[in-house]
């Protein structure tokens, strides 16, 4: 029988080597470790260092080692974590706004051609915002732990890695084939992540257990509210209230079964359930065939601007700001912008798709922990549900927390491009 204390035992007291140490013995492979260093690298010429600087980089780094630098001073530098400093936001905000920079491919080699000035139109979101998509709230951490992608940063890892199928398929691999080392710290936080966070929640739900009268039921309920009225503060907060509610009402009633209704007795929930998860991985696939989508355009309008560049050599009638404003229409935002909203959609989307994967085998070790007697696990099902119904309450759907965001940087965005061409216009006209 599964018993969540023993495994928590065990889990949260292993530490990173030792896994590793465990499963090299186990596998009898060595551990791959990336051996590189900026000082082997060829160097790179750039023409300004403030950015690199801010992150504590060599200009030949590796985006790997950007992602873990940044990782490290968003951590140190956060407001909430320096509340004493009267220059923590401003600190913060620079940091956030260099890794975006630095981040994408495009605006470095633009940053290191011309420096500040080559990126002044670059869309650039708002670091706590950017932060909250990343890390997640701190607010959220005893909830959802730390996201996969948050571990990716820290590791300086691909994307790739932190996909739900690779987890489950990590653990049933043929050792030798994922002794990469990055793939194993990652499963290992995971791992850690998914037990802590179970015994989190078995511990709220202790007090739910224990309630013996409508008052004790009362009392839980105000203390859930404002948990929840708290967590909800931001349309972000919103909706992932909403996708943790969702989660633990369909862990509940999976457990339940016809104790809680016909429908999830014969399966049905089960269906749901399959059903929303193929919906949450198609909305990820859309956002990411999005971003292939409009990069594409850009690449259209770089052979354009070339063409036209090429064209205004051999001829004096054509103006550079036609040609750029060439193939957009009016009111349509550039495409690297477009990019750049689709790229939230899709970080949002991966850390729904975390988020739910990673509540479910906590809920499961919640709700299957035999160190409890059978009346309790069901009294455990019961308050999951209690919470979840609550926590969708306070929240919004997924897409409507993470619209007023896009909203906004849109919003931000055309009045940015209005400025732009009100300032080229005068300067045209003087």
């Known amino acids: 029988y599964y018993k969540l204390p023993e495994e928590a035992d065990k889990v949260l007291n292993e530490t990173e080597e030792e896994y590793i140490e465990n499963v090299r013995k186990k596998s009898k492979s060595?551990?791959?470790?990336?051996?590189?260093?900026?000082?082997?690298?060829?160097?790179?010429?750039?023409?300004?260092?403030?950015?690199?600087?801010?992150?504590g980089v060599e200009p030949n780094a590796t985006p790997g080692e950007?992602?873990?630098?940044?990782?490290?001073?968003?951590?140190?530098?956060?407001?909430?974590?320096?509340?004493?400093?009267?220059?923590?936001?401003?600190?913060?905000?620079?940091?956030?706004?260099?890794?975006q920079v630095l981040s994408d491919e495009g605006l470095r080699a633009k940053y290191d051609q011309?420096?500040?000035?080559?990126?002044?139109?670059?869309?650039?979101?708002?670091?706590?915002?950017f932060f909250n998509l990343i890390f997640g709230s701190e607010k959220f951490e005893p909830i959802v732990g730390e996201l996969q992608l948050a571990m990716m940063m820290s590791l300086g890892a691909e994307?790739?890695?932190?996909?739900?199928?690779?987890m489950e398929q990590s653990e049933n691999m043929d050792l030798e084939q994922v002794l990469d080392k990055?793939?194993?710290?990652?499963?290992?936080?995971?791992?850690?992540?998914?037990?802590?966070?179970?015994?989190?929640?078995?511990?709220?739900l202790t007090v739910y257990v224990s309630c013996n009268t409508e008052e004790d039921i009362?009392?839980?309920?105000?203390?859930?509210?404002?948990?929840?009225?708290?967590?909800?503060?931001?349309?972000?907060?919103?909706?992932?209230?909403?996708?943790?509610?969702?989660?633990?009402?369909?862990?509940?009633?999976s457990y339940l079964g016809f104790s809680h209704s016909i429908y999830a007795g014969i399966g049905l929930s089960a269906l749901?359930?399959?059903?929303?998860?193929?919906?949450?991985?198609?909305?990820?696939?859309?956002?990411?065939?999005?971003?292939?989508?409009?990069?594409?355009?850009?690449?259209?309008?770089?052979?354009?601007?070339?063409?036209?560049?090429?064209?205004?050599?051999?001829?004096?009638?054509?103006?550079?700001?036609?040609?750029?404003?060439?193939?957009?229409?009016?009111?349509?935002?550039?495409?690297?912008?477009?990019?750049?909203?689709?790229m939230i959609d899709t970080f949002f989307s991966m850390s729904v798709i975390d988020i739910e994967s990673t509540l479910r085998k906590a809920c499961r070790k919640v709700c299957m922990d035999a160190s409890v007697s059978k009346e309790d696990r069901v009294k455990r099902a019961k308050g999951l549900e209690f919470i979840g119904v609550i926590y969708k309450k306070h929240g919004s759907k997924t897409s409507e927390g993470l619209n007023v965001l896009k909203d906004k940087m849109k919003g931000e965005m055309q009045q940015a491009q209005a400025q732009q061409e009100a300032a080229r216009q005068y300067n045209n006209s003087n």
């Open 218 to 253: 009362k009392n839980f309920e105000d203390q859930i509210i404002a948990e929840a009225k708290e967590l909800g503060k931001d349309p972000l907060g919103q909706s992932l209230l909403n996708t943790i509610g969702y989660v633990y009402i369909e862990q509940a009633q």
């Open 114 to 129: 011309l420096g500040a000035s080559g990126v002044d139109d670059a869309p650039i979101l708002d670091s706590g915002a």
């Open 66 to 99: 950007i992602k873990r630098a940044y990782y490290l001073k968003a951590r140190k530098l956060h407001p909430d974590k320096n509340k004493d400093d009267p220059e923590a936001n401003e600190k913060f905000q620079k940091v956030g706004a260099a890794y």
């Open 30 to 55: 060595k551990i791959k470790e990336d051996t590189s260093s900026s000082q082997s690298r060829p160097g790179r010429k750039v023409k300004e260092l403030e950015y690199y600087e801010i992150l």
């Open 182 to 204: 990055n793939s194993m710290i990652l499963q290992y936080r995971q791992r850690k992540r998914e037990v802590q966070l179970a015994k989190n929640l078995a511990e709220k």
């Open 159 to 166: 994307q790739g890695m932190m996909s739900e199928s690779f």
């Open 272 to 342: 749901e359930r399959k059903r929303h998860i193929a919906a949450t991985n198609i909305r990820l696939a859309k956002s990411m065939y999005g971003i292939y989508r409009v990069s594409k355009d850009v690449e259209k309008k770089e052979k354009r601007k070339k063409i036209a560049k090429e064209k205004r050599e051999k001829s004096s009638e054509a103006t550079e700001e036609s040609e750029e404003a060439a193939g957009e229409k009016e009111g349509e935002l550039p495409p690297d912008q477009e990019i750049f909203l689709k």
